[in-house]
């Protein structure tokens, strides 16, 4: 008979325990961020209707990278690329009986179709944070306050990680403004600058050109892409009017370095015209983490404020500011400066009790002290073998357990245990009553 | 603009933290059964070609009740409607280097497109316990244990549910060896018997009468689906050999039912010649596990062992048994006994410290402040409004905690917190140094 594959399908991954404990380790280093922020878990289905992504999300993401389920009863449905999309979804659906601040987060499994490369899986895992109807830049504070607790809670530097911030309220006022763009074409702007990493410099020109055919509007995007500082930026521009310095977007992120700086996160965060994000629905303070070496070039993740997406469900509205950090890329971050330890991915058996048992009549009384020792929360498992104590010994020692329980005839006939010490190789027998006190005691003495 | 649903697709589900902490609540609980038995956490993905599931499971859930994705790459791609056969692939790929045996759990999301239901969705997420290379049935002895050590942790009682079980190898025994049924027609067997609940007693009658001729053969058969002791059904026939009590199916079902009994699970547990499981791979002791109740008449969940789910994709053989628990269902079971407390839904804010600044001045130092509280794992959250010390202080009730700081510009000044105590409404001005010894005081005195 042929045989299918034994691998998952391309660009899937299988996490064997020992890759779990990794996941695990880092999602639940994450979770405690968010615990300590007051940030509450909250989850969505996995399909929802592909309209809602068409709607606000990005092109690219519902045409060419989604996985789309074939019909069911009429509805197209999408296995969701991005979590943003449903969290409105639920907020507008609760919006009045939620109190606000609205301070959430969620570990979803999101899919894209994308060429699988480093850094990139057509399935994965993110941790979403959000919080929802805090209007002030304190909002985005917490936000930016939290990114660098999650990196510098792994041991990560400000030699290692920065978040590139900008606003795009302030490149609407950069291109209103002063390069006299008109708006119908920012979204336009947007997406270019997002897609000018991904292209080289003549490309991008090109790109632009083709957009604008005024020279000076042309020079002008093209300058956008560079500046890490607003100054610095505006240099570029002559004839800057006046009230420009008076525009919300300015202001806003003048007032935003204030605030980085007061809150002691200057060093970790750099301003850069370049960055605006992909999705259609940011509308303010937008940023994109980047390693700062040269191993892993493309974003680790980023975020931003929206402040519309309701209407897609509701006439209500609410403005919010989040991100989506996904865990490949952010392994990846981590094991570059080797930030992972190694013994993460062990298993650690050394307070697992093994029972070895030299009969099979005395399999009863084995699986008697199993549920006695489970009972306090001791993993315990019994080698079912009932014979040849020597293997089995061998195996617990395999294991690297510290407490072996050795049961013949004799120990079940007296009510007793025999308890080695696999560290000391002591033996000792007991009253079955007094187990599990003699378990505290050798745990307490050799235990991690 | 015409507006989207709020609500999530036809048979799935939103989780809003509430519903997320009583579901984690009752996964968490399960979590530490798999612990104490030294079972391991693995994930595999949520997509997989459709022709494993097409070769193994069940004609049903490839054909009727999945989510396909739309072609991609010329693969056709199913969304998992169970476990089992992504198990047995991760397994073939490294059955050589992994230790038996092999004891594993995961918490995987199944999709299965059915019409919703009380108790079904089409989305859910499932508890999958699986123990491999213990051929013995001390392995699905293990099983057992596990799941009545699940239900009674939750407290639910003998007289709640019960673990119907039965055994492959018996039924095969009973069909051909006193039936005399041919071999090629026991799969159809099984599907009648597994489809027998579903049908009325006509329609079932008329279903077996179409399958098989002879009439001695459908009353036999017929008689399949009632017993609830081995000695009750073998009561039904006359004729049978008297090599039956020495086949295999015989034996092993009585030996299984001696360990029952030794192990002190027969209250838990009860024979049914009817229950086979619906799914094709199969081979050794089945069980379906229901409520004794008359509120939910369907099976809770269900398992066995398989012999030879491997030789999908590697010619090598290992035996397994295990079961997936369908968290829809158990939490139905869970909440029709009452067993469930209801605080689990709710979010206990008691340890938050909540900070209110009174001038906005303040607002550097009380970001500081949170920074230290919350590197001492307390939750902290920031009141971003930093004026109106009345609206803010009733927020903090309105959430319940014991602790909230306030900060004015004199505080600030002095490099003092003033410390309010919720619950007697003191308040005491420290210097900022001592901070989180006051916070613990209050917290040791007050706290939950």
Redesign the interface.
């Given at each position: 008979?042929p045989?299918?594959?034994?691998?998952?399908?391309?660009g899937?991954?299988?996490?064997?325990?020992e890759d779990?404990?990794e996941m695990?380790w880092i999602i639940d280093n994450i979770r405690?961020i968010a615990?300590?922020?007051?940030y509450?878990?909250?989850?969505?289905?996995?399909?929802?209707?592909i309209?809602?992504f068409a709607?606000k999300s990005s092109d690219e993401l519902v045409n060419e990278q989604s996985?789309?389920?074939?019909k069911?009863?009429g509805?197209r449905?999408i296995?969701i690329p991005e979590l943003t999309p449903s969290l409105a979804?639920?907020i507008?659906?609760?919006n009045q009986e939620l109190?606000k601040?609205i301070?959430?987060y969620s570990v979803p499994?999101c899919?894209r179709?994308e060429r699988p490369q480093r850094g990139r899986r057509r399935?994965f895992k993110q941790i979403n944070f959000d919080i929802l109807g805090?209007d002030?830049l304190?909002?985005d504070?917490?936000i930016f306050?939290i990114v660098v607790?999650i990196f510098t809670k792994f041991g990560a530097t400000a030699k290692q990680f920065q978040i590139y911030y900008n606003n795009r309220r302030f490149i609407d006022a950069v291109c209103q403004m002063i390069l006299k763009v008109q708006q119908n074409k920012l979204a336009l702007i947007y997406k270019a600058l997002d897609k000018a990493e991904k292209m080289d410099e003549n490309e991008y020109e090109d790109y632009i050109s083709e957009l604008f055919q005024d020279n000076s509007i042309i020079q002008g995007i093209l300058r956008l892409k560079k500046s890490d500082s607003i100054e610095d930026l505006l240099k570029n521009f002559d004839n800057i009017p006046d009230n420009f310095y008076n525009s919300e977007g300015y202001k806003e992120l003048k007032e935003f370095e204030r605030?980085l700086e007061?809150?002691?996160l200057s060093e970790f965060c750099t301003f850069s015209s370049g960055v605006v994000r992909g999705l259609d629905y940011y509308t303010g303070i937008v940023y994109e983490v980047y390693d700062t070496g040269t191993e892993n070039t493309r974003s680790i993740f980023g975020g931003g404020r929206y402040d519309d997406l309701l209407?897609?469900?509701?006439?209500e509205q609410i403005s919010g500011t989040g991100f989506g950090l996904g865990l490949v890329m952010f392994s990846l971050f981590l094991e570059t400066y080797k930030l992972i330890p190694q013994e993460i991915r062990e298993?650690d058996y050394s307070d697992?009790i093994y029972i070895a048992g030299i009969k099979e009549n005395v399999?009863?009384y084995t699986?008697?002290l199993a549920?006695k020792i489970?009972a306090e929360?001791?993993?315990?498992?019994?080698d079912?073998r009932f014979s040849n104590l020597k293997n089995q010994l061998s195996k617990a020692n395999?294991l690297g357990n510290i407490i072996t329980l050795i049961i013949g005839p004799n120990e079940m006939k007296e009510k007793k245990v025999t308890i080695r010490n696999m560290i000391s190789e002591e033996q000792i027998t007991v009253d079955k009553e007094h187990i599990i006190d003699e378990i505290y005691k050798i745990i307490d003495e050799y235990g991690n």
């Open positions: 008979m045989k299918f594959s034994k691998d998952p399908l391309r899937m991954e299988d996490f064997y325990p779990l404990r695990n405690d615990e300590v922020y007051g509450e878990a909250f989850e969505s289905p996995q399909l929802e209707p309209e809602i709607a996985f789309i389920v074939e069911k009863e509805e449905l296995l979804r639920m507008a659906k609760k109190k601040p301070r959430w499994i899919f179709y399935q805090e002030s304190y909002g504070l917490e306050n607790d605030l007061e809150a002691n209407s897609l469900f509701s006439d298993r697992t399999s009863a699986l008697q549920q489970r929360d001791f993993p315990c498992i019994i079912y395999e």
